[in-house]
C-alpha cells in the first residue's frame, strides 16, 4: 500500500503541476487584456488595441493547452483518490462543479467572443468581452483554490451517519478566511508570471531591434503591474498567509523553517540543510529572533519546534518542504528588487536604453513558473500527512483497488503525451514571439536596417 500510495501522490503531483504552467499565464495575462483594453478604449489609440490582440493569441494557446491537461485532474478524484472522493465528495463536489459550469463555460465562451468578435462587438462590447474573461478566469480561480483551502483548513462540515463528510454551510466553505488569502496570494504569482512573460517579450524585441513600439509597451505593462504584484504578494497577503499556518498548522510552519527544537525568541533562517534524524539545521544562516517577530509580532515569542509534536504529525519530506519554501521566499525577493529597480529606470526614463536590465527581465521569465510551482509544494507538502487537515490521512484516500503498476503505466503515458504537448506549446508560443504583434507588416530589406541603426 504505501508504494501504491506514492505513486498515486507522484502521478498527481506531476500533472498538476505540469498542468498549472497555462492557468497561472492566462489568469495573469487576464488582468493585462483589461489594462490594454481599458488604455485603447480611453486613448482612441489602434496601437493598444493590436498590442492585445497579440496577448489574446498567447493567452488563447495556453488556454486550450490549460484544457487539454486540466481535464485529466478531475477524474484522477475518481481514478486515484477514490476513497477521498467518497469520503468527502459532498463538500469539495460543490466548488469544483461551480468552477466547471459557471466559470470555465464564461471564459471559454467569452475568449472567443474576444478572440473573433472584435468587428461585430465593437470597442466597448469588446471590452466587456475581455473583461468578462478575465472575470472567468478568476472567478475559476478561486473556486478551485477554495477547494484545496478547505483541505488545508476544513470549516462547515458535519459527518454524516455513515462516516461521510458533508456540508453543514455553503457560505463557510465559499468565503472561508484560508481560502481568501490563499486565493489573493495565489492570483498575485499568476499576476506576476503574466507580467514577467510580457516584459520579456516586450525585453526581447527592444533587444532584437524589432517592433520597438510594441516592445515599449510591453516592457510598460509588465513592470508596472508587476512591482505592485511583486510587493503585494510580500505583504499583506504573504505575511497573513504565513500567521494562518502558524496558528493552524504549527508542525508545517516548523518544518518550513527547518526549527527542530521550540525557542522563545526563534531565529528565521534564510539558508541551511535541515538533518532529520540529527534533528538539527546544518550551516544555518539565521536572523536572530526575527522568525518570532514575524508570526507573533513579538520579539521574545515562543514558537513551537517539531520536538513538540509526535512524529507522526510530522510532514513527511521535511527537506523538500524547506527547500521549496526558501525557492519561493527567495524568488519572491528577487522580483521585488527587480521591479523596484526596473520602476525606477523607467521614472528616469533609462529602463528601454538599459541593455542589462533588459536582459535581467528576459532571463527572469521561468522564474515564476518556479516561484509559483515551489509556493504550491509548499501548502501540499506543508498539509501531510493529511489530506483534508486533521480529518484524513493522505494514506487513507486513495482508490484501494488501483495498483502501483496500474498507477505507473498511466504515470508513464501522461509523461509521454504532456512531453508532446510541451513541445508544441513551445512551437506555438515561439511563432506568436517571431511574427509579433503585426504579423505580415515588418518592414525587410533596407527598411529594416535603417530601423536597427535608429
Not at 61 to 79: C, K, R, S, Y
Not at 271 to 285: A, H, S
Amino acid at each position: 500500500m504505501g508504494q501504491a500510495l506514492d505513486v498515486h501522490r507522484l502521478q498527481f503531483a506531476f500533472t498538476i503541476t505540469f498542468h498549472y504552467i497555462f492557468p497561472q499565464l492566462t489568469m495573469g495575462l487576464a488582468l493585462l487584456l483589461v489594462y490594454l483594453k481599458t488604455k485603447a478604449l480611453r486613448t482612441g489609440d489602434e496601437h493598444y488595441n493590436v498590442a492585445a490582440r497579440f496577448w489574446a493569441r498567447i493567452f488563447g494557446i495556453n488556454f486550450a493547452l490549460g484544457v487539454v491537461t486540466g481535464i485529466p485532474m478531475e477524474f484522477q478524484f475518481g481514478t486515484n483518490w477514490a476513497a477521498f472522493s467518497k469520503t468527502a465528495g459532498g463538500v469539495i463536489g460543490q466548488t469544483l462543479a461551480m468552477e466547471g459550469v459557471f466559470s470555465f463555460f464564461l471564459e471559454s465562451s467569452f475568449l472567443g467572443l474576444f478572440l473573433f468578435g472584435e468587428k461585430k462587438l465593437g470597442r466597448i462590447g469588446h471590452w466587456v468581452a475581455g473583461f468578462l474573461v478575465f472575470l472567468g478566469s478568476w472567478l475559476s480561480g478561486y473556486l478551485i483554490v477554495a477547494t484545496d483551502a478547505w483541505m488545508q483548513h476544513p470549516i462547515g462540515y458535519r459527518i454524516g451517519a455513515n462516516g461521510a463528510i458533508e456540508l453543514s454551510s455553503f457560505w463557510d466553505l465559499v468565503v472561508n478566511q484560508w481560502a481568501l488569502w490563499q486565493y489573493a496570494h495565489t492570483m498575485l504569482g499568476a499576476v506576476q508570471t503574466g507580467c514577467f512573460v510580457m516584459a520579456g517579450v516586450g525585453a526581447f524585441y527592444l533587444l532584437t531591434k524589432r517592433d520597438a513600439f510594441y516592445g515599449r509597451t510591453f516592457v510598460r505593462a509588465g513592470v508596472l503591474v508587476g512591482a505592485i504584484a511583486a510587493l503585494l504578494q510580500l505583504f499583506p497577503t504573504g505575511d497573513i498567509q504565513g500567521k494562518l499556518v502558524a496558528n493552524n498548522q504549527q508542525p508545517t510552519l516548523a518544518a518550513m523553517e527547518g526549527l527542530f527544537e521550540s525557542q522563545e525568541g526563534a531565529p528565521l533562517a534564510i539558508l541551511g540543510q535541515p538533518d532529520v534524524e540529527k534533528r538539527k539545521l546544518d550551516n544555518p544562516l539565521e536572523v536572530p529572533e526575527m522568525l518570532s517577530f514575524l508570526t507573533y509580532r513579538q520579539w521574545r515569542a515562543h514558537v513551537k519546534g517539531l520536538s513538540d509534536f509526535p512524529q507522526a504529525e510530522w510532514p513527511d519530506q521535511i527537506p523538500l518542504l524547506y527547500y521549496s519554501y526558501h525557492v519561493m521566499v527567495g524568488l519572491g525577493t528577487i522580483f521585488i528588487a527587480v521591479m523596484v529597480v526596473s520602476c525606477f529606470l523607467l521614472w528616469r526614463g533609462k529602463l528601454f536604453g538599459s541593455r542589462a536590465m533588459l536582459w535581467t527581465l528576459m532571463v527572469c521569465v521561468p522564474l515564476p513558473y518556479i516561484a509559483n510551482t515551489a509556493g504550491w509544494m509548499t501548502a501540499e507538502l506543508g498539509r501531510q500527512p493529511w489530506l483534508i487537515y486533521g480529518l484524513m490521512r493522505t494514506a487513507n484516500g486513495i482508490s484501494p483497488r488501483v495498483a502501483a503498476g496500474n498507477a505507473w503505466f498511466t504515470l508513464i503515458g501522461f509523461m509521454g503525451m504532456y512531453t508532446v504537448l510541451a513541445i508544441l506549446w513551445l512551437f506555438l508560443i515561439y511563432r506568436e514571439i517571431e511574427l509579433g504583434p503585426e504579423p505580415g507588416n515588418r518592414p525587410a530589406g533596407e527598411d529594416a536596417a535603417v530601423l536597427a541603426a535608429d
